[in-house]
Protein backbone atom coordinates (compact mmCIF):
# COMPACT_ATOMS: atom_id res chain seq x y z
CA UNK A 1 0.00 0.00 0.00
CA UNK A 2 3.06 2.43 0.98
CA UNK A 3 4.87 1.88 -2.71
CA UNK A 4 1.16 2.42 -4.61
CA UNK A 5 1.13 5.33 -2.33
CA UNK A 6 4.25 6.57 -3.27
CA UNK A 7 3.99 5.92 -7.33
CA UNK A 8 0.67 8.12 -7.13
CA UNK A 9 2.51 11.20 -5.52
CA UNK A 10 5.17 10.40 -7.71
CA UNK A 11 2.75 10.46 -10.88
CA UNK A 12 0.87 13.56 -9.51
CA UNK A 13 3.74 15.49 -8.53
CA UNK A 14 5.20 17.96 -11.36
CA UNK A 15 8.99 17.49 -10.60
CA UNK A 16 9.11 13.62 -10.54
CA UNK A 17 11.85 10.60 -10.21
CA UNK A 18 11.75 8.49 -13.05
CA UNK A 19 13.39 5.37 -14.36
CA UNK A 20 14.94 4.48 -17.66
CA UNK A 21 14.38 0.89 -17.60
CA UNK A 22 11.70 0.35 -19.51
CA UNK A 23 10.23 -2.57 -17.22
CA UNK A 24 10.14 -0.47 -14.03
CA UNK A 25 7.16 1.17 -12.46
CA UNK A 26 8.70 4.40 -12.55
CA UNK A 27 9.31 4.24 -16.33
CA UNK A 28 9.00 7.64 -18.16
CA UNK A 29 6.40 6.72 -21.02
CA UNK A 30 5.76 9.50 -23.42
CA UNK A 31 1.95 7.76 -23.94
CA UNK A 32 1.54 8.07 -20.56
CA UNK A 33 2.54 11.57 -19.43
CA UNK A 34 2.34 13.64 -22.92
CA UNK A 35 5.34 15.78 -22.97
CA UNK A 36 7.81 15.96 -20.95
CA UNK A 37 11.13 17.45 -19.91
CA UNK A 38 14.35 15.82 -18.52
CA UNK A 39 15.70 18.13 -15.81
CA UNK A 40 19.18 15.96 -14.91
CA UNK A 41 19.92 12.66 -14.49
CA UNK A 42 20.11 11.35 -11.04
CA UNK A 43 22.03 8.01 -11.56
CA UNK A 44 22.21 6.02 -15.23
CA UNK A 45 19.07 4.69 -14.39
CA UNK A 46 16.69 7.21 -12.85
CA UNK A 47 16.10 11.10 -14.29
CA UNK A 48 14.15 14.07 -12.76
CA UNK A 49 11.54 14.90 -14.76
CA UNK A 50 9.50 18.19 -15.44
CA UNK A 51 6.00 16.93 -16.12
CA UNK A 52 1.90 17.57 -16.42
CA UNK A 53 0.51 15.82 -13.11
CA UNK A 54 -0.87 12.44 -14.09
CA UNK A 55 -4.08 11.20 -12.32
CA UNK A 56 -4.43 7.80 -13.86
CA UNK A 57 -7.31 6.29 -15.88
CA UNK A 58 -10.86 6.12 -15.65
CA UNK A 59 -12.09 2.17 -14.92
CA UNK A 60 -15.05 3.03 -16.24
CA UNK A 61 -14.15 4.85 -19.70
CA UNK A 62 -10.57 4.44 -19.65
CA UNK A 63 -10.12 7.81 -20.48
CA UNK A 64 -7.47 9.97 -18.58
CA UNK A 65 -8.96 11.26 -15.73
CA UNK A 66 -7.36 14.75 -16.61
CA UNK A 67 -9.58 14.61 -19.99
CA UNK A 68 -12.35 14.41 -17.91
CA UNK A 69 -11.88 16.83 -15.34
CA UNK A 70 -10.86 19.38 -18.10
CA UNK A 71 -14.25 18.06 -20.28
CA UNK A 72 -16.26 18.60 -16.93
CA UNK A 73 -15.15 21.41 -14.97
CA UNK A 74 -15.93 24.25 -17.21
CA UNK A 75 -19.52 23.52 -16.54
CA UNK A 76 -19.21 23.20 -12.85
CA UNK A 77 -17.14 26.76 -12.60
CA UNK A 78 -19.54 28.81 -14.79
CA UNK A 79 -22.64 27.36 -12.35
CA UNK A 80 -20.41 28.59 -9.14
CA UNK A 81 -19.58 31.56 -10.61
CA UNK A 82 -23.12 32.67 -11.79
CA UNK A 83 -24.13 31.49 -8.13
CA UNK A 84 -21.96 33.31 -6.14
CA UNK A 85 -21.76 36.56 -8.25
CA UNK A 86 -25.89 36.20 -7.58
CA UNK A 87 -25.16 35.45 -3.57
CA UNK A 88 -23.04 38.86 -3.46
CA UNK A 89 -24.96 41.34 -5.49
CA UNK A 90 -28.56 40.27 -4.00
CA UNK A 91 -26.55 39.70 -0.89
CA UNK A 92 -24.79 42.66 -0.14
CA UNK A 93 -27.64 44.77 -1.38
CA UNK A 94 -30.24 43.09 1.43
CA UNK A 95 -27.54 43.15 4.07
CA UNK A 96 -26.99 47.01 3.81
CA UNK A 97 -30.84 47.39 3.81
CA UNK A 98 -30.93 45.53 6.71
CA UNK A 99 -28.14 47.57 8.69
CA UNK A 100 -29.45 51.04 7.51
CA UNK A 101 -32.96 49.96 8.78
CA UNK A 102 -31.70 47.81 11.70
CA UNK A 103 -34.52 46.83 14.14
CA UNK A 104 -37.33 47.90 11.09
CA UNK A 105 -39.34 45.41 9.39
CA UNK A 106 -36.95 45.13 6.69
CA UNK A 107 -34.51 43.87 9.33
CA UNK A 108 -36.27 41.20 10.50
CA UNK A 109 -37.94 40.36 6.96
CA UNK A 110 -34.13 39.82 5.49
CA UNK A 111 -33.47 37.66 8.86
CA UNK A 112 -36.14 35.47 7.94
CA UNK A 113 -34.90 34.84 4.57
CA UNK A 114 -31.50 34.56 5.48
CA UNK A 115 -32.67 31.82 7.95
CA UNK A 116 -34.74 29.81 5.50
CA UNK A 117 -31.85 29.95 3.19
CA UNK A 118 -29.32 28.71 5.94
CA UNK A 119 -31.60 25.80 6.69
CA UNK A 120 -33.20 24.68 3.20
CA UNK A 121 -30.78 21.41 2.22
CA UNK A 122 -29.27 21.82 -1.72
CA UNK A 123 -30.92 18.52 -3.02
CA UNK A 124 -34.75 19.95 -1.19
CA UNK A 125 -34.59 23.69 -2.70
CA UNK A 126 -33.17 21.87 -5.97
CA UNK A 127 -36.83 19.76 -6.13
CA UNK A 128 -38.75 22.41 -5.38
CA UNK A 129 -37.53 25.07 -7.81
CA UNK A 130 -37.05 22.47 -10.57
CA UNK A 131 -40.82 21.68 -10.34
CA UNK A 132 -41.87 25.05 -9.51
CA UNK A 133 -39.96 26.85 -12.09
CA UNK A 134 -39.33 24.60 -14.93
CA UNK A 135 -42.61 22.08 -15.13
CA UNK A 136 -44.94 23.80 -12.64
CA UNK A 137 -44.48 27.27 -14.10
CA UNK A 138 -42.81 26.65 -17.88
CA UNK A 139 -45.96 27.68 -19.51
CA UNK A 140 -48.49 29.35 -17.30
CA UNK A 141 -48.72 30.28 -13.39
CA UNK A 142 -51.97 31.47 -11.72
CA UNK A 143 -50.12 34.17 -9.06
CA UNK A 144 -52.56 35.21 -6.29
CA UNK A 145 -54.07 38.37 -6.28
CA UNK A 146 -54.55 38.34 -2.40
CA UNK A 147 -51.27 39.35 -1.59
CA UNK A 148 -51.43 42.21 -4.44
CA UNK A 149 -54.98 43.51 -2.95
CA UNK A 150 -53.20 44.19 0.74
CA UNK A 151 -50.24 45.70 -1.28
CA UNK A 152 -53.09 48.23 -2.18
CA UNK A 153 -54.65 48.34 1.05
CA UNK A 154 -51.53 49.22 2.74
CA UNK A 155 -50.60 51.81 0.67
CA UNK A 156 -54.14 53.39 0.57
CA UNK A 157 -54.38 53.36 4.29
CA UNK A 158 -51.27 54.79 4.81
CA UNK A 159 -52.05 57.92 1.94
CA UNK A 160 -55.79 58.08 3.71
CA UNK A 161 -54.35 58.70 7.31
CA UNK A 162 -52.16 61.33 6.18
CA UNK A 163 -54.90 63.61 5.41
CA UNK A 164 -57.81 61.75 8.07
CA UNK A 165 -54.85 62.86 11.16
CA UNK A 166 -53.21 65.76 9.86
CA UNK A 167 -52.07 66.20 13.30
CA UNK A 168 -49.61 63.12 12.95
CA UNK A 169 -47.96 65.20 10.03
CA UNK A 170 -47.51 62.17 8.03
CA UNK A 171 -44.45 62.82 5.79
CA UNK A 172 -45.11 61.02 1.94
CA UNK A 173 -42.10 59.83 0.31
CA UNK A 174 -41.39 57.27 -2.32
CA UNK A 175 -39.72 54.97 1.05
CA UNK A 176 -43.05 55.27 2.95
CA UNK A 177 -45.31 54.27 0.11
CA UNK A 178 -42.45 50.99 -0.94
CA UNK A 179 -42.51 50.50 2.87
CA UNK A 180 -46.58 50.21 3.46
CA UNK A 181 -46.67 47.89 0.04
CA UNK A 182 -43.49 46.05 1.01
CA UNK A 183 -45.42 45.31 4.38
CA UNK A 184 -49.27 44.56 2.97
CA UNK A 185 -47.37 41.67 0.19
CA UNK A 186 -45.48 39.82 2.68
CA UNK A 187 -47.99 39.92 5.34
CA UNK A 188 -50.96 39.35 3.00
CA UNK A 189 -48.38 36.49 1.49
CA UNK A 190 -48.28 34.18 4.76
CA UNK A 191 -51.48 34.42 4.86
CA UNK A 192 -52.24 33.21 1.62
CA UNK A 193 -49.83 30.29 1.84
CA UNK A 194 -51.31 29.50 5.72
CA UNK A 195 -54.59 29.30 4.03
CA UNK A 196 -53.29 27.19 1.09
CA UNK A 197 -51.68 24.72 3.61
CA UNK A 198 -55.48 24.70 5.31
CA UNK A 199 -57.03 24.02 2.00
CA UNK A 200 -54.59 21.23 1.21
CA UNK A 201 -53.81 19.36 4.18
CA UNK A 202 -57.47 20.23 6.61
CA UNK A 203 -59.58 20.97 3.72
CA UNK A 204 -60.46 24.08 4.89
CA UNK A 205 -64.13 25.19 2.49
CA UNK A 206 -62.56 27.46 -0.28
CA UNK A 207 -63.03 31.19 0.21
CA UNK A 208 -63.29 32.91 -3.10
CA UNK A 209 -60.82 36.14 -2.34
CA UNK A 210 -58.23 34.08 -0.95
CA UNK A 211 -58.27 31.83 -3.93
CA UNK A 212 -58.20 34.22 -6.59
CA UNK A 213 -55.68 34.36 -9.13
CA UNK A 214 -53.97 36.31 -12.14
CA UNK A 215 -52.37 33.82 -14.52
CA UNK A 216 -48.99 34.65 -15.29
CA UNK A 217 -46.86 33.84 -18.90
CA UNK A 218 -44.62 31.06 -18.42
CA UNK A 219 -40.91 30.95 -17.74
CA UNK A 220 -39.92 28.40 -20.55
CA UNK A 221 -37.38 27.21 -18.48
CA UNK A 222 -36.66 23.21 -18.39
CA UNK A 223 -36.92 20.98 -15.17
CA UNK A 224 -33.49 19.36 -16.32
CA UNK A 225 -30.93 20.27 -19.02
CA UNK A 226 -27.19 20.61 -19.63
CA UNK A 227 -25.66 24.37 -20.50
CA UNK A 228 -24.19 22.56 -23.80
CA UNK A 229 -26.52 19.88 -25.69
CA UNK A 230 -27.25 19.26 -29.16
CA UNK A 231 -29.31 21.41 -31.65
CA UNK A 232 -31.86 19.47 -33.57
CA UNK A 233 -32.46 22.72 -35.67
CA UNK A 234 -28.60 23.39 -36.77
CA UNK A 235 -27.27 19.97 -35.81
CA UNK A 236 -24.24 21.25 -33.56
CA UNK A 237 -24.12 21.65 -30.05
CA UNK A 238 -24.98 24.77 -28.82
CA UNK A 239 -25.38 26.58 -25.85
CA UNK A 240 -28.51 26.83 -23.58
CA UNK A 241 -28.02 29.79 -21.35
CA UNK A 242 -31.47 29.57 -19.91
CA UNK A 243 -31.00 25.82 -18.62
CA UNK A 244 -28.60 27.87 -16.30
CA UNK A 245 -31.03 30.08 -14.46
CA UNK A 246 -32.87 27.58 -12.33
CA UNK A 247 -29.51 25.53 -10.80
CA UNK A 248 -27.77 29.16 -10.27
CA UNK A 249 -30.78 30.42 -8.04
CA UNK A 250 -30.56 26.94 -6.49
CA UNK A 251 -27.09 26.81 -5.69
CA UNK A 252 -27.12 30.49 -4.64
CA UNK A 253 -29.49 30.75 -1.80
CA UNK A 254 -27.48 29.44 1.10
CA UNK A 255 -24.50 32.14 -0.05
CA UNK A 256 -27.34 34.31 -0.43
CA UNK A 257 -28.45 33.96 3.55
CA UNK A 258 -24.39 33.98 5.00
CA UNK A 259 -23.64 36.75 2.61
CA UNK A 260 -26.79 38.71 3.59
CA UNK A 261 -26.07 38.38 7.60
CA UNK A 262 -22.21 39.20 7.21
CA UNK A 263 -22.98 42.36 5.29
CA UNK A 264 -25.03 43.34 7.97
CA UNK A 265 -23.37 42.54 11.02
CA UNK A 266 -20.29 44.05 9.36
CA UNK A 267 -21.98 47.10 8.65
CA UNK A 268 -24.01 48.04 11.96
CA UNK A 269 -20.42 47.44 13.36
CA UNK A 270 -18.56 49.95 10.87
CA UNK A 271 -21.32 52.47 11.14
CA UNK A 272 -20.88 53.04 15.13
CA UNK A 273 -17.19 53.69 14.58
CA UNK A 274 -16.07 57.29 14.99
CA UNK A 275 -14.61 58.51 12.09
CA UNK A 276 -18.82 57.54 10.50
CA UNK A 277 -20.05 60.40 13.24
CA UNK A 278 -17.43 62.36 11.88
CA UNK A 279 -18.31 62.20 8.28
CA UNK A 280 -22.06 62.57 9.08
CA UNK A 281 -21.30 65.76 11.40
CA UNK A 282 -18.97 66.90 8.49
CA UNK A 283 -22.06 66.69 6.13
CA UNK A 284 -21.11 64.47 4.18
CA UNK A 285 -24.51 62.69 2.22
CA UNK A 286 -25.68 59.39 3.32
CA UNK A 287 -24.92 58.15 0.41
CA UNK A 288 -21.49 58.40 0.54
CA UNK A 289 -21.35 57.65 4.00
CA UNK A 290 -22.59 54.25 3.39
CA UNK A 291 -21.15 53.89 -0.06
CA UNK A 292 -17.63 55.06 0.16
CA UNK A 293 -17.11 54.67 3.95
CA UNK A 294 -18.66 52.03 5.16
CA UNK A 295 -19.53 49.50 2.73
CA UNK A 296 -15.25 49.14 1.50
CA UNK A 297 -14.27 48.77 5.18
CA UNK A 298 -17.17 46.05 6.15
CA UNK A 299 -16.45 43.84 2.96
CA UNK A 300 -13.23 41.82 4.30
CA UNK A 301 -15.42 39.54 6.44
CA UNK A 302 -17.43 39.20 3.25
CA UNK A 303 -14.86 38.58 0.80
CA UNK A 304 -13.93 36.00 3.22
CA UNK A 305 -17.77 34.01 3.28
CA UNK A 306 -17.75 34.38 -0.78
CA UNK A 307 -14.66 33.11 -1.63
CA UNK A 308 -15.20 30.24 1.07
CA UNK A 309 -18.49 29.92 -0.82
CA UNK A 310 -17.04 29.71 -4.10
CA UNK A 311 -14.72 26.49 -3.80
CA UNK A 312 -17.72 25.30 -1.68
CA UNK A 313 -20.17 25.40 -4.03
CA UNK A 314 -17.31 23.73 -6.52
CA UNK A 315 -17.14 20.68 -4.76
CA UNK A 316 -20.99 21.08 -3.21
CA UNK A 317 -23.02 21.38 -6.40
CA UNK A 318 -23.23 17.08 -7.17
CA UNK A 319 -26.97 17.19 -5.82
CA UNK A 320 -27.53 20.33 -7.83
CA UNK A 321 -25.92 19.02 -10.90
CA UNK A 322 -27.82 15.73 -10.19
CA UNK A 323 -31.32 16.74 -10.14
CA UNK A 324 -30.75 19.15 -13.35
CA UNK A 325 -28.82 16.60 -15.10
CA UNK A 326 -26.19 19.54 -15.14
CA UNK A 327 -23.46 17.71 -17.35
CA UNK A 328 -20.75 19.41 -14.68
CA UNK A 329 -17.94 17.78 -12.46
CA UNK A 330 -20.42 17.28 -9.68
CA UNK A 331 -22.60 15.14 -11.36
CA UNK A 332 -19.75 12.98 -12.99
CA UNK A 333 -18.60 12.47 -9.31
CA UNK A 334 -22.00 10.89 -8.38
CA UNK A 335 -21.52 8.76 -11.73
CA UNK A 336 -18.17 7.77 -10.20
CA UNK A 337 -19.14 6.58 -6.77
CA UNK A 338 -22.07 4.42 -7.98
CA UNK A 339 -19.62 2.99 -10.71
CA UNK A 340 -16.42 2.62 -8.12
CA UNK A 341 -13.97 4.63 -9.97
CA UNK A 342 -11.64 5.44 -7.59
CA UNK A 343 -9.18 7.10 -9.83
CA UNK A 344 -11.69 9.84 -11.30
CA UNK A 345 -13.29 10.33 -8.04
CA UNK A 346 -9.66 10.98 -6.80
CA UNK A 347 -9.11 13.24 -9.18
CA UNK A 348 -12.06 15.20 -8.76
CA UNK A 349 -11.57 15.43 -5.07
CA UNK A 350 -7.44 16.76 -5.93
CA UNK A 351 -8.41 19.66 -8.47
CA UNK A 352 -11.38 20.52 -6.13
CA UNK A 353 -9.13 20.84 -3.25
CA UNK A 354 -6.16 22.87 -5.41
CA UNK A 355 -8.99 25.64 -6.23
CA UNK A 356 -9.45 25.87 -2.10
CA UNK A 357 -5.58 26.75 -1.96
CA UNK A 358 -5.68 28.69 -4.99
CA UNK A 359 -8.43 30.96 -4.04
CA UNK A 360 -7.36 31.00 -0.15
CA UNK A 361 -4.20 32.62 -1.68
CA UNK A 362 -6.30 35.06 -3.75
CA UNK A 363 -8.20 36.31 -1.07
CA UNK A 364 -5.09 37.35 1.42
CA UNK A 365 -3.68 38.97 -1.61
CA UNK A 366 -7.06 41.19 -2.19
CA UNK A 367 -7.44 41.68 1.48
CA UNK A 368 -4.39 44.10 0.54
CA UNK A 369 -6.43 45.92 -1.94
CA UNK A 370 -9.49 46.53 0.31
CA UNK A 371 -7.51 47.12 3.58
CA UNK A 372 -4.47 48.80 3.96
CA UNK A 373 -3.70 47.94 7.05
CA UNK A 374 -2.79 43.76 6.19
CA UNK A 375 -0.39 45.08 3.75
CA UNK A 376 1.47 47.38 6.67
CA UNK A 377 1.45 44.13 8.55
Known sequence: MGKRYLLYINDLSVLSLHSNNPESHYHLSEKKYGETTTLFSISKQSSLVLKAPYLRRS?????????????KLPDTAILAFSAVGIAT????????????????????????????????????????????????WSEQLDL????????????????????????????????????????????????????????????????????????????????????????????EDRYFW??????????????????????RSSMLEVLSQDYIRTAKAKGVSHYKVIVKHALKNALNPVVTAISGWFASLLAGSVFVERVFRWNGLGNELVTA?????????????????????????????????????????
Open 337 to 377: LQNDDLPLIMGAVIVVSSFFVVITIAVDIIYGFLDPRVRIN
Open 89 to 136: IIGIFFGIIAAINKGSFYDTSTFIIAVTGMSAPSFFVAYIFSTVGGLV
Open 144 to 235: PTFPFILMLLFISIGIIAKYVQPQKAIELSVKKIIGWGFKGMFIGTGIWVIYIAGYSIFNFEEVNFLSSSIPLPGTGLNPEGPLVDYDDITG
Open 242 to 263: KNLILPTLTLGIRPLAIVTQLT
Open 59 to 71: YSSRRDVWDVVKE
